[in-house]
């Protein structure tokens, strides 16, 4: 048959344990494997494939039809499993189908689809069928009698830039429980989406691998721009199935104050500071006994305090591994360097004399593939060529094959031929070296390269780069626009000049979780765009401006961090995360500016409380609160104040949070926020609740609920009854204090606040396990865990697998209530979470229930099971373990 083309439906297949299994049984695998190479080649022709490549055990094969590749994958897999298959058993043969279009020549398909549907077969396990979302669109009402599809949800594969949302083939008969996909999720990790090819560096990928796998500490030094951080960043992604219990990556080059280092690391791994235990002990007591590997990026200018933390590391926990970036080596005991190389380069003079093959013998080097790759983004059609040749193998060759020097010379493929490029480079070098090419330093190649892109640039242009240089972390359009526009910048021309800085490789372009356009640059950029705002006088003015503006922003954001449309403003709130604690931080130095920073700390709060790092607010909080004129009673104060209480309340610092609420409320009375102060001080009931000290406690619920009535705020009249509802349950009230919650919940819905909705629905849910309803504690917990989701929270997650476990027991499911209750213990452990004295007890209870009713050799195994799961695949489990009943 004929080659499909235009958009295609792609089968790839291959099996797995296949070297095993020759190893073991040589003459049987060859029997079987021609078994299994008919039994592919006939369903592919039964339904119209064309079989385009076969490498070893794999298949390659093309569809005009998704419908036809769904039902050949289909008889594919029910032949496979009702075969016999001797000594070498059953053959699990994996496959993943995808649509999408490709280029058809010499035989073979070419083009991004490939890629993708390679990716995809590379998540999925032996027996198991994945589907693409275009795949499934097309079949999904199609589907023959005894096939499903499960939904994946979206999930991110290795090398791609966007999440690819999977679907799994369900068939009648077969298999259909595989362990968690081998996606970058599997293991808990915070690495970015890198979004530009990787080039190269093989032999420096697989060399970076094996010191590793013998050293406990690595650090990989250079100076900058020779590719550090991407290096270790792509390493990284490929080892994550070597670290089960993380990968995490600590970017250290915007903190300015090295005594932060702790606060950024815990934070990176999503811990929370515990109570009567410093971070830094907390830290190393999440990382002891775990496999996880540490990833400390640039960490050069906190030398000292990265090196510290380092060595207290490794000498507590023995199956840690760290890998650095630095310019200098951190100097500590079992400390392996590894010195990144530039890409390899050739010699233009030496190496292209006499070569009959120009473009084929250039292409062959990395710092050439790079330039191609990057001149090809600016300039589509970009191309290697017996003209161009030389000149790109001298530019390479003169750019020492520095990565960020050979991107920013590409950068000028859209305006210069490499010809032209290679001539100003050389003028340049000329004048810097005397002609001399060995005295140029690889540091003064970079700055040498900055600087001449600097100088290319139109005095706007230089004006608006330069300060970029205020923000951190990223900027959008509405920021620059407000902060540096004006004095040589106009306003309508930004968004004109932000795409010729692009152009020139100066900035990045990034679309964050809230769908927002960023801007962003490398650190070397970065420093270099500070120095020049310094040097220029304007850094002063930009601060404040930058300040103000953030300001506004934390403000604009309040409301509705505790509305209907909370979720997307926790993303805009997070995507600036970086330029909040340069606020803070410009803030605190000065009296004039003081009052703006505890502004901004009130107004984000429930931010914290819901994603933020509560070491670094809590740290935040102390300098602004302690700061010079912040002692000065203002109503700013007053909210910092209850933003460092709610804090303190979520690091289960009760008494702590109760003094800070004391004083915030005393401010609110004498500024007559009547209202406000009725509120804070029904959130001091619980926490007085909480302390043992019970006396006047309903009456500040009560008081709520008054309050409620006068003012028509059904806030006040919900956090009331859900306090009355808390008493009833002290005094094992179930009943009453059911009723209270589902009234406070009903009438808080009307607010929109999803978060405290969630709260309302963990107190119900305690009440309905501890009255023995199973269905309705489920459905509370079922929205709580949507809630949790939404909003991007990770530390209720244990609390809520606890629960599930509670409501399995009811439910009978003891099996599954153990690998739940597992789930939550790993959780638990994974984020820190240290369990309070009423934790701790209801803990107790529920694993006591357990263990009378499952013996000891089935509970450990369901409980070691859950916890191999991750905690929202533990918290997918519990759903799905709905009785028959109920779920029908």
């Known amino acids: 048959m004929a080659a499909p083309t235009g958009t295609i439906t792609f089968l790839f297949s291959d099996i797995e344990g296949s070297t095993r299994l020759w190893e073991r049984h040589p003459e049987g695998m060859r029997v079987a494997l021609r078994r299994h190479d008919e039994i592919v080649r006939s369903a592919a022709e039964t339904h119209a494939g064309y079989v385009f490549k076969t490498i070893g055990d794999a298949f390659c094969v093309a569809f005009d039809r998704a419908g036809d590749a769904v039902a050949a994958v289909a008889d594919i897999q029910q032949a496979l499993h009702a075969g016999e298959w001797e000594e070498t058993g059953p053959l699990m043969v994996r496959m993943a189908l995808h649509v999408g279009a490709a280029e058809f020549r010499d035989n073979d398909y070419f083009g991004n689809s490939l890629n993708r549907v390679a990716r995809i077969l590379a998540a999925a396990h032996g027996g198991q069928v994945l589907l693409s979302l275009p795949v499934e669109e097309l079949v999904r009402d199609h589907l023959a009698p005894g096939v499903l599809l499960r939904d994946l949800g979206e999930r991110r594969l290795r090398d791609l830039v966007r999440p690819e949302h999977l679907f799994q083939l369900v068939l009648a008969g077969l298999p259909s429980e595989f362990p968690p996909l081998r996606s970058l999720e599997v293991t808990p990790n915070n690495l970015p989406t890198l979004l530009n090819t990787f080039i190269g560096r093989e032999r420096e990928r697989d060399e970076v691998k094996r010191l590793l796998g013998a050293t406990r500490l690595l650090t990989l030094t250079g100076t900058g721009g020779t590719g550090k951080t991407r290096l270790a960043l792509q390493v990284a992604e490929e080892m994550l199935g070597d670290y089960p219990d993380g990968v995490w990556l600590v970017e250290l080059a915007t903190i300015s104050d090295p005594h932060r280092i702790v606060e950024v690391a815990a934070g990176a791994v999503g811990l929370r500071e515990e109570p009567d235990e410093p971070m830094r002990a907390t830290l190393i007591r999440f990382l002891c006994g775990r496999r996880v590997l540490l990833i400390l990026d640039n960490c050069e200018h906190v030398l000292d305090e990265c090196a510290a933390l380092v060595a207290e590391i490794l000498r507590g926990c023995s199956t840690i591994k760290i890998l650095a970036t630095s310019r200098h080596s951190l100097g500590i005991a079992g400390e392996h360097t590894w010195a990144v190389p530039p890409l390899s380069v050739l010699n233009p003079a030496n190496d292209l004399f006499q070569v009959s093959d120009i473009v084929s013998t250039v292409s062959q080097y990395e710092a050439v593939r790079l330039f ?498 991750g905690v929202w695949e533990a918290i997918d489990f519990a759903t799905r373990a709905r009785p028959r009943a109920a779920a029908a």
């Open 372 to 869: 191609i790759d990057r001149a090809a983004a600016v300039k589509p059609g970009f191309e290697v060529t017996r003209q161009n040749a030389a000149a790109i193998a001298q530019i390479c060759w003169r750019l020492d094959g520095i990565p960020l020097a050979i991107e920013l010379a590409a950068a000028r493929a859209r305006v210069l031929t490499p010809e032209q490029i290679s001539q100003r480079l050389d003028d340049r070098f000329r004048l810097l070296t005397g002609g001399g090419r060995s005295v140029l330093p690889h540091q003064q190649t970079l700055r040498t390269l900055i600087d001449w892109s600097y100088d290319l640039l139109s005095e706007s242009e230089r004006v608006l780069f330069r300060r970029l240089g205020v923000f951190g972390g990223g900027r959008t359009i509405e920021a620059i626009e407000a902060i540096c526009t004006g004095d040589g910048v106009d306003a309508y021309d930004a968004l004109d000049l932000l795409q010729l800085l692009v152009d020139k490789s100066l900035l990045s372009v990034e679309t964050d979780a809230a769908d927002a356009t960023r801007y962003t640059m490398i650190e070397s950029v970065w420093h270099y765009a500070r120095e020049r705002l310094e040097a220029s006088g304007e850094f002063p003015a930009l601060r404040d401006r930058h300040l103000d503006y953030f300001l506004a922003l934390a403000e604009e954001a309040r409301p509705q961090l505790e509305g209907r449309d909370t979720a997307r403003w926790l993303d805009l709130v997070t995507a600036d995360q970086f330029n909040f604690r340069l606020a803070f931080e410009w803030a605190s130095r000065s009296e004039a500016n003081v009052q703006k920073g505890l502004r901004i700390a009130g107004a984000l709060t429930r931010h914290v409380e819901i994603r933020g790092n509560l070491e670094e607010a809590r740290a935040i909080l102390d300098l602004l609160l302690n700061a010079p004129g912040a002692g000065e009673p203002t109503l700013a104060r007053a909210y910092a104040l209850l933003g460092a209480g709610r804090i303190a309340w979520c690091r289960d610092s009760s008494e702590e949070a109760l003094g800070y609420y004391r004083e915030g409320v005393a401010l609110l009375e004498r500024f007559g926020r009547r209202r406000d102060a009725i509120l804070q001080s029904a959130f001091m009931g619980f926490l007085e609740r909480n302390l043992g000290l019970r006396d006047g406690v309903e009456a500040r619920f009560q008081r709520a609920i008054d309050a409620g009535r006068e003012f028509n705020d059904v806030a006040l009249t919900a956090v009331g009854l859900n306090g009355l509802g808390s008493c009833a349950a002290d005094r094992g009230d179930f009943a009453r204090s059911r009723r209270l919650r589902e009234e406070s919940l009903a009438i808080y819905r009307v607010t929109g606040d999803q978060w405290v909705c969630g709260y309302m629905l963990w107190g119900l849910a305690r009440d309905c396990v501890a009255a023995g309803d199973a269905v309705r504690a489920r459905d509370a917990l079922e929205e709580w865990t949507a809630i949790a989701r939404s909003l991007g929270n990770r530390w209720i997650t244990p609390y809520l697998l606890q629960l599930f476990g509670g409501v399995l027991l009811i439910e009978g499911d003891i099996a599954a209530a153990a690998r739940t209750l597992g789930a939550a213990e790993a959780g638990r452990e994974a984020l820190g979470i240290a369990m309070d004295a009423t934790d701790l007890a209801e803990w107790e209870a529920t694993v006591a229930q357990l263990d009378e009713k499952l013996d000891p050799t089935a509970r450990l195994r369901e409980w070691n099971a859950g916890r191999s799961l």
